[in-house]
């Protein structure tokens, strides 16, 4: 079976520090990845989708970065952070092609103070 | 482009109450329909979905019809519980890589 991790788990960092997410799926291959982020009491804002390594598309213009080094791993970055980075970031999964259906990870909470 | 808009919440419920939580959407083409549960400090789960008009998505008692007429996916419990206690996300998918469309999300309380 499939299985998605993000790690960390929670973060806090300051302003203006370096931001490194990972996020790994197990059990597939060639799926499609997606970074979104929910603000505090917000909705799903999709930042970042990849159908290959290398392939990333930017979904809105923001302070975040992503990289899509091995066919299962997706990772967002941000060179210094704002304050307005933060939120609880997830990472989802669905099959290249067939489905749509989005398998989502347990999330990473980042504070940025 | 495309959209979702969701009831606000929170809904409030005693146990074993009838739930409706409305969503209607906006698509060019012919979307699938998805219903999110998250559970408080956890990820996403899919907890139904519907592939094309007429279809009834169902899972855990909780069951959705895909309305291509009036471009609704509203859900619907029969009698809800105190572990149904969640943030509730309607979503469709009509583009290119399965992206998704959320709506803002309606924070379902049960009490007993």
């Known amino acids: 079976s499939q299985t998605i991790h993000q790690w960390p788990a929670t973060l806090v960092q300051p302003v203006g520090s370096p931001l490194s997410l990972e996020c790994t799926v197990e059990?597939?291959?060639?799926?499609?990845l997606y970074w979104y982020r929910q603000a505090a009491g917000r909705g799903l804002q999709l930042l970042f989708y990849?159908?290959?390594?290398?392939?990333i598309s930017s979904e809105v213009p923001q302070n975040l970065s992503a990289s899509r080094p091995q066919d299962r791993q997706f990772i967002l970055s941000s060179k210094k952070l704002l304050l307005s980075d933060s939120g609880f970031y997830l990472c989802?999964?669905?099959?290249?092609?067939?489905?749509?259906?989005?398998?989502f990870g347990p999330g990473t909470r980042l504070l940025v103070l | 482009g495309d959209s979702v808009t969701q009831m606000e919440g929170p809904v409030t419920l005693s146990e074993e109450a009838f739930l409706t939580i409305n969503c209607t959407y906006t698509?060019?083409?012919?979307?699938?329909l998805f219903w999110y549960v998250q559970y408080p400090g956890e990820g996403l789960q899919l907890l139904l979905k519907?592939?094309?008009?007429?279809d009834k998505g169902s899972n855990k008692g909780f069951e959705a019809t895909y309305r291509k007429e009036t471009t609704s996916f509203h859900l619907e419990k029969g009698s809800v519980q105190v572990s149904d206690s969640a943030v509730y996300f309607c979503?469709?998918?009509?583009?290119?890589?399965?992206?998704?469309?959320f709506g803002t999300g309606t924070r379902l309380q049960v009490t007993l």
């Open positions: 698509a060019t083409g012919y979307p699938s």
């Open positions: 979503a469709l998918s009509a583009g290119t890589a399965s992206k998704l469309t």
């Open positions: 519907a592939t094309k008009a007429d």
């Open positions: 059990g597939t291959s060639n799926p499609n």
């Open positions: 990849s159908v290959g390594i290398g392939q």
């Open positions: 989802a999964w669905s099959p290249r092609t067939g489905m749509e259906t989005q398998y």
